[in-house]
Nanobody, 119 residues
């Protein structure tokens, strides 16, 4: 089993910054990809950023140039650096680790960390 724990959320004013962390523990085998999602109350979960096994990253258009995803492989951690935050960034942020099994994969989710951006 794999367990994920997110941290680093909080309340910030618009224009501020936060860095979220996601620490993984357990049976970490081959990584297919790592993704940050967010979800506001009553809204569908949205993919925010992803990073591949070779370090290539992708972002939803609304956060490009403001957010950065990175990994610390030695510590089994992934980070989401969030700058120039907007009220629209408010939500519960989750990390998901997709690990390879044969030609497929299995997903593991954290419990989430709340980010609230005030206007």
């Amino acid at each position: 089993q794999v367990q994920l724990v997110e941290s680093g959320g909080g309340l910030v004013q618009a224009g501020g910054s936060l860095t979220l962390s996601c620490a993984a523990s357990g049976n970490i085998f081959s990584i297919y990809g790592i993704v940050w999602y967010r979800q506001a109350p009553g809204k569908q979960r949205e993919l925010v950023a992803s990073i591949t096994s070779d370090g290539r990253s992708n972002y939803v258009d609304s956060v490009k140039g403001r957010f950065n995803i990175s990994r610390d492989n030695a510590k089994n951690k992934v980070y989401l650096q969030m700058n120039s935050l907007k009220p629209e960034d408010t939500g519960l942020y989750y990390c998901k680790w997709s690990l390879r099994i044969g030609v497929g994969f299995v997903d593991y989710w954290g419990q989430g960390t709340q980010v609230t951006v005030s206007s």
